[in-house]
């Protein structure tokens, strides 16, 4: 249901709507704004005006939504335990230390609590604290629910706050290859507690880690392709010069946006074709090498496929890596319970990465996790 956002102030979590809105029964809803979720239990009230939602200020905060916003509305149908444990990571608006500044907040953690009495927070869940110049990240809650990782804040019932540093961002650049066969259509993964398509659930990861590569210092560089018996690239303009370029930066957020409606604009072009995903790695690997030619950053290949191979070259070969460049490598994600892992294993493997499978949301923090731990080795390696 789309409501119109009301900005309340802190109102220990909760949010109010008008009777009739969403049921009696409803006692926690899911928000969403651009892209953007947060938990929040919820009340009814004669006194919200119809089709409206007065929220929790610190939740306007974490949804970057202004007064009168149209925001998605849904019940949350799962019981959301209260925390005990929750794990933050701090990071300064000013470009403090962060190594400094975690060991000051962890010697006055109970400064935290007007941040987050009250709140539903989910694992990965940022919150702003202006005020102080700070940006926590929750890393982990315990207990926390099993669809949308997620646990209630009281604090007279936290055992224990856990304060850390925020790891700088380190850059990469990314080429993403995404499947759009039939296959690839199945309404089977659970991302933020909905059951997607599989191609929308690779959308969602590599919007995620595009959002994540604007933190970096350095200026990293994108590119994407969808393939089914054919390849097709994504295409931008240099802001400069205007003309067409098969990669980008990425210092906007603009460019996830612009790839949500490549491919929602093209994917059904590609329904009734076999896989032929040979082409696309090879095509990828063309452009990897270009990107840290031009900018020295290690790139990723991240192909994002079924596994079904019924066309086209054999992708195992086409994904091998120059023998001494140390700064490329393809991984693979395994979309959904019936992708065919033993085949995108063999490519990853050929690409010096590595596979995964993703049937949930969890699955999808699982590469992000293995893209940075590759990038980290990299680090510092010339290519």
């Known amino acids: 249901m789309e409501l119109k956002l009301l900005q309340g102030r802190n109102q220990q979590g909760m949010s109010f709507t008008s009777p009739g809105c969403l049921g009696g029964n409803v006692k926690t809803v899911i928000i969403r704004s651009e892209g953007r979720l947060v938990l929040s239990d919820v009340r009814h009230s004669d006194r919200v005006p119809a089709n409206s939602i007065v929220v929790d200020a610190r939740i306007a905060d974490a949804l970057l939504a202004r007064e009168g916003t149209a925001v998605l509305v849904e019940a949350a149908d799962e019981d959301i335990p209260v925390c005990e444990e929750i794990s933050l990571s701090v990071s300064s608006h000013t470009g403090l230390d962060s190594e400094k500044v975690a060991s ?20 990965g869940q940022e919150l702003r604290a202006d005020d102080l110049r700070l940006t926590f990240r929750v890393k982990s809650v315990t207990p926390m629910s099993t669809t949308h990782r997620a646990a209630r804040v009281l604090w007279k019932r936290l055992n224990r706050v856990e304060i850390e540093a925020t790891r700088e961002a380190e850059c990469y650049n990314l080429c993403c290859v995404f499947e759009m066969t039939s296959t690839v259509h199945r309404s089977d993964i659970s991302m933020d507690g909905r059951m997607v ?187």
């Open 104 to 123: 000051a907040v962890s010697k006055r953690v109970t400064d935290l609590k007007p941040y987050v009495e009250g709140l539903i927070l989910r694992s």
């Open 197 to 383: 398509t599989e191609w929308q659930a690779a959308l969602q990861t590599a919007s995620d880690l595009l959002n994540d590569l604007m933190s970096c210092e350095a200026v990293a560089l994108f590119s994407a392709m969808m393939f089914s018996s054919s390849v097709e690239t994504f295409k931008t303009y240099d802001p400069d010069s205007g003309q067409e370029s098969e990669f980008c930066t990425v210092d906007t957020p603009d460019v996830a946006k612009m790839l949500s409606l490549w491919m929602s604009n093209r994917e059904k072009d590609h329904r009734g074709s076999p896989a032929s995903p040979g082409l696309a790695i090879e095509r990828a690997l063309g452009l990897a090498y270009d990107m840290t030619r031009k900018n020295g950053l290690p790139t990723v290949v991240l192909l994002f496929a079924s596994g079904a191979y019924s066309a086209g070259p054999n992708p195992v070969k086409l994904a091998t890596v120059d023998p001494g460049q140390e700064r490329i490598a393809v991984f693979t994600v395994g979309l959904g319970s019936s992708a065919d892992m033993d085949l995108l294993d063999a490519i990853a493997e050929s690409g010096r990465g590595s596979g995964i499978r993703v049937s949930t949301d969890v699955d999808a923090e699982a590469v992000e996790r293995a893209v940075h731990d590759w990038v980290h080795r990299r680090t510092g390696i010339v290519g």
